[in-house]
């Protein structure tokens, strides 16, 4: 199965300040990589897909970037809405996997 | 517009089994796979399996981790999902989620049905 070893598990930060997350593919999976939010009690919500390519609706502050095996998913500048629980997942073969996911704290 | 709702919440002995309905509204059912997707207390995300809806397949991809306990199904008559987990243990409680998918990221999810597996 392909793993995804997301990073960090936790992140602590401030209202205004720049966050990635990085998302490392066991194999070459393309671009095929989405990004997701959670936050607690509720569904994920898509952000991001096909590594890069922002969902409808998702405010510009959430980029990803990447291909191949290494990918970012970043925040321009951190809203206090934005803390959440941050998944990426790979669909590029079966079995579907989703990274440990990094849970996002303001400071 | 797109909504997948599920059914309620569910409390099931061990060893019992338990199925979880997804009906699908604002979209052809039958065009998206069906992908299911659960989360145990405090856990992250884990894939289960998908199921394709087309009235000529029903094909199923499941996990190795769940062959031989869950069972994907479809009515395309009413637009709705199925999700059947066999000999349920302790650690099967978690919140189940259906998720549509649209080139392979799911754009769309049920709200979660937690199933709680107590003696």
């Known amino acids: 199965d392909m793993q995804m070893t997301q990073s960090p598990s936790s992140l602590s930060a401030s209202v205004g300040d720049r966050v990635n997350i990085t998302c490392q593919a066991s194999q070459d999976i393309s671009h095929y990589l989405s990004w997701y939010q959670q936050k607690p009690g509720k569904a994920p919500k898509l952000l991001i897909y096909?590594?890069?390519n922002l969902e409808t609706g998702v405010p510009s502050r959430f980029s990803g970037s990447g291909s191949g095996t290494d990918f970012t998913f970043t925040i321009s500048s951190l809203q206090p809405e934005d803390i959440a629980t941050y998944y990426c997942q790979q669909y590029n073969s079966l079995p579907r996997t989703f990274g440990q996911g990094t849970k996002l704290e303001i400071k | 517009q797109v909504q997948l709702v599920q059914s309620g919440a569910e409390v099931k002995k061990p060893g019992a089994s338990v199925r979880v309905s997804c009906k699908a509204f604002?979209?052809?059912?039958?065009?998206?796979?069906m992908h299911w997707v659960r989360q145990a207390p405090g856990q992250g995300l884990e894939w289960m399996g998908r199921i394709n809806p087309n009235p000529n397949s029903g094909g199923t991809n499941y996990a190795q981790k769940f062959q031989g306990r869950v069972t994907m199904t479809r009515d395309t008559s009413i637009s709705t999902a199925y999700m059947e987990l066999n000999s349920l243990r302790s650690d099967d409680t978690a919140v189940y989620y259906c998720a549509r998918a649209s080139s392979g990221s799911y754009n769309y999810w049920g709200q979660g049905t937690l199933v709680t597996v107590s003696s």
């Open positions: 096909d590594a890069s």
């Open positions: 604002g979209y052809t059912f039958t065009a998206y796979y």
